[in-house]
């Protein structure tokens, strides 16, 4: 096992501490031009960085990775488990775990048939929802989540680099908007109202709710009328592609760049947010703790753990003192996020969000 943290975790702590888009859904062929074009469907092959030892770390530009839908980096033909086997019977689905199960039959066992099948499920699956967005004139929110799916159906790195501006651009439009989503709901402050409170009431995170309203700090009037999130948030991670996606209600919230751990250290798994830290200390592999602020501490400002399985203990996202490494194999198997970024995704994941690290 390959940790960044070390083995001693502190204890549980509560949460505390339009443009481009444009038109989008006006017709079906303005959605063909953008997101069939060129753009979408051009593979530029690249090497792919990786690191170095801390101070002589490889830089990789954002976007270079092989461009290889089938490119797994695992023994071809490699039998596909029955159970994994099943989402070829199931489909696309209209859950993200879906799309993600047959990402991982293409990825993980090429030159299979069913590698073949589901790459052709997951084909069929973008044409449908660029189709479906192209035909959801004046619906925001429905273009939104038809283009999330196209999105997560893309196996081509960079055909889904293209357009992550513009699917970003309409993720504000529609979740930090005026009108509150289908995932969302509308609480009106009451005397004794306390923000931390209302969003513990919502099993959401009070930082979340507050990114969403632009409040400046956590102070709330009576009267004030607030988007409050209902929907869990999804944190998917492409291993390979340097990339962290958080689905919400089925759309895409938000995209990061990560760093991810050397000679493939990161596992291919799924988890669930447990701890959370702001500012948090290192407790080193070798059992040192080195503090927040002192130059050994490598976490960056924000710490979010994996809760430990049976197979894998020790894992998480936290930011980095080395922001010249995302886009590479970096880290000692956690993932590594630029620090104004984690400080965002930090305030959007509640504890018990699920993350799924595919290849």
């Known amino acids: ?40 469907l051009r593979s530029e092959p690249a090497a ?29 033909g490699k039998a596909v488990p029955p159970e994994l086997a099943a989402a070829l019977e199931r489909g696309a689905g209209d859950d993200v775990q879906g799309l993600l199960d047959l990402r991982r039959i293409v990825r993980e066992h090429p030159g299979t048939p069913e590698a073949g099948r589901a790459q052709e499920a997951l084909e069929r699956e973008r044409a449908r929802a660029l ?35 513009a699917l970003l651009q309409q993720s504000d439009k529609v979740h930090f908007g005026a009108a509150p989503s289908s995932g969302m709901t509308t609480h009106t402050i009451a005397k004794g109202d306390v923000l931390s409170r209302v969003a513990d ?33 999804t944190v998917v991670i492409f291993k390979k592609d340097f990339e962290l996606a958080l689905v919400f209600n089925g759309c895409i919230l938000r995209i990061y760049d990560v760093a991810t751990g050397k000679d493939g250290r990161t596992p291919e798994a ?49 930011g980095t003192k080395f ?12 993932i590594r996020m630029r620090n104004e970024e984690v400080e965002e995704l930090y305030d959007l994941v509640p504890r018990g969000s699920r993350v799924h690290v595919v290849r």
């Open 131 to 165: 189709a479906a967005a192209g035909e959801a004139q004046g619906d925001d929110e429905a273009a939104l989540r038809h283009l999330t799916r196209a999105w997560l159906a893309t196996l081509d790195r960079g055909a889904r680099r293209a357009q992550r501006q």
């Open 201 to 233: 009431a919502h099993r959401t995170e009070y930082r979340f709710i507050q990114r969403l309203n632009k409040m400046q700090n956590d102070r709330v009037r009576i009267g004030q009328r607030l988007k409050v999130p209902q929907a869990p948030v």
């Open 48 to 76: 792919v960085a990786l690191s170095t030892p801390p101070g002589a770390i490889a830089a990789a530009a954002p976007g270079d990775a092989p461009a290889d839908a089938t490119s797994s980096g695992g023994p071809a």
């Open 323 to 334: 922001p010249e490494s995302i886009g590479t194999e970096a880290s000692m198997g956690c």
């Open 270 to 318: 799924s988890f669930t947010i447990g701890t959370k830290m702001v500012n948090p200390d290192w407790y080193s592999p070798e059992g040192k703790v080195h503090k927040f602020g002192s130059e050994e501490n490598i976490l960056g400002t924000r710490w979010l753990a994996f809760e430990n399985t049976d197979e894998h203990q020790g894992f998480g996202i936290h």
């Open 1 to 40: 096992m390959a940790t960044i943290y070390g083995t001693r975790q502190r204890g549980r702590r509560g949460s505390g501490g339009g443009g481009a888009w444009k038109g989008i859904g006006v017709t079906a062929s303005i959605a063909a031009a953008g997101w069939l074009g060129l753009g979408w």
